[in-house]
Structures are given as structure tokens and as C-alpha cells.
């Protein structure tokens, strides 16, 4: 009995520091991410200051979402603060605490498509992918925008991963880095209307974020709401769709959850946006 004791103690105590030596490597792995320098080249020549192109920037900052992270006026705030880590965008303008006045155009399109910063450091849960496919023009008009907000005096605290945070970055389901090298980019946008070619535009630089390079289904950003296939969608009357995207009511009368489906910005979206992107979402079900 006493022996059978003794191995038991063994094996126990070796499969505790063998979790204790993988949750080390986790750890380092995820803290590498993190802490990782990357090289990007901006693609952006220029930005426009005309009022149309500042206009098209606020609109464009308000159904790709960036004030459900960054706040109403863009000024900051803290998402979340747990365990796994302090979530806190941001503040985008020029006041107090903010980037607005230290950022040239190439930091802001590094940042925005490719989620680096100007030090090359990864920009920790800035969902590059989303904007990564972004026309020149779109990109250009969102910074020039962004030039030209009020300021807001803001401070907030940086984004951290703290030890738990570090660990699932390094096994993977909570990785802080979104940076995108490539660019799926082209210097124009197609011409806006409720036509194939605009919804696939639009729903490559909305959707995959959530719900994978293809729309049938993917990671989210909180790995415990995962995107869903988005040919449901395409079943949809778009009557239903334009109601579930403006309200949050799906066409069963169930609510979709706002932090899990930020429909409250795509309520900005435009009728020839929304059929666009319907359009596409039909092509799915081929």
C-alpha cells in the first residue's frame, strides 16, 4: 500500500510540473506576441482634408464599429478589466491622453490595416483584419476624420495582458496580436449602390472579422461567441435583414446580443449598403 502510495505521489507531483512547465511556455510564447517588433510599409500616398471625404471618414468610423471600442466621441475607455487581461482603446483624439496629435498619415493607416504601431509594436485586440481590406480611398477618408476630431481630454490606462491573458495568447483561443502584413487592399472602392461587387466589398471589410475569410463561420474576437455562418442571413427577406441589423431583432422575434453582434453601429449603414452586402450574403447559399 505504501508503494503504491509513493509512485502515485510521483506521478501526481510530475504532472503537476510538467503543467506547470507547459503554463512557463505559455506564458513566454504569448508575452513573445505581445512584445514582437513588426515592419509595415503604408500604402497611403495621401489624405484628402475636403469636407465630403471627412464626412465619408464619419460614417465609416460609425458602422466599422470604432466607437462601440474607442467610446462615443472617440476619447477612450476601458472595456474590460479581468483576469485575463485590461482591455482599454485608445483615445483617437487630439486632446488630453489622446494619439490625435502625435499620429502622421502612415501611423494611422499602420495602425488601422495592419494594427502596428508606430514603435512596430502590435496594437493589442486592434482587429486589423477587419480593416485590412479597406480601399485606399475608405482608409484615406477614416484618417482624415480622425484628423479632424475634437479633442477630448481622456487618460486612459494601456491595454495589458496580464498572466492569464499571456497563457491563452500562447495557446492561442485569446491571441493579443492582430497584426496583418499583407494587404488586401485596392486603391479604389466599387462604386457604391446595392450591386455583388460593392456587398462583397463591404462585407470583407465588416464581417470576417467575426465570421471568417469565407463568412460561413469563424472566430470571433471573444473566443466564446464565435461568428456563425452568415448564409443564414442570406435566407433572410431583406426586410427581416435591414430589421435585424437597425434593431436587433432577428425574424424568430429573438434579440441579437449587441456585444457579441454590434448591430447598434451597422444601424448607421446606408439602404444601398445593407442591400449590397444581402446581395452577397445570398451568393453563400450556392
Sequence with gaps: MKKLLKWTGIVLGSLVGLLVLALVVLYILGGSKANATYEVTPALSSVPSDSATIARGSHLASIHACRYCHGDNLEGQVLADAPPFLLAPTNLTPGKGGIGQAYTDADWD????HGVSPEGKALIVMPAEFFNGMADEDAAALIAYLKNLPPMDNEVPPTEFHVMGRILAGVGP?????????????????????????????????????HGEDLRGGPSPNPELPG??????????????????????????????AEAMPWPAFAAMTDEELQAIHTYLKTLLN
Design 110 to 113: 499602420r495602425a488601422i490595416r
Design 228 to 257: 456563425p455562418d452568415l448564409a443564414a442571413a442570406g435566407v433572410w427577406s431583406f426586410d427581416d435583414f435591414a430589421r435585424a441589423m437597425r434593431t436587433g431583432e432577428r425574424p424568430s422575434g429573438a434579440a441579437l446580443d
Design 174 to 210: 485569446l491571441d493579443p496580436v492582430q497584426f496583418t502584413k499583407t494587404t488586401r487592399a485596392r486603391a479604389s472602392a466599387p462604386a457604391p449602390g446595392p450591386t455583388l461587387e460593392y456587398g462583397d466589398y463591404m462585407a470583407h471589410i465588416t464581417c470576417i472579422g467575426c
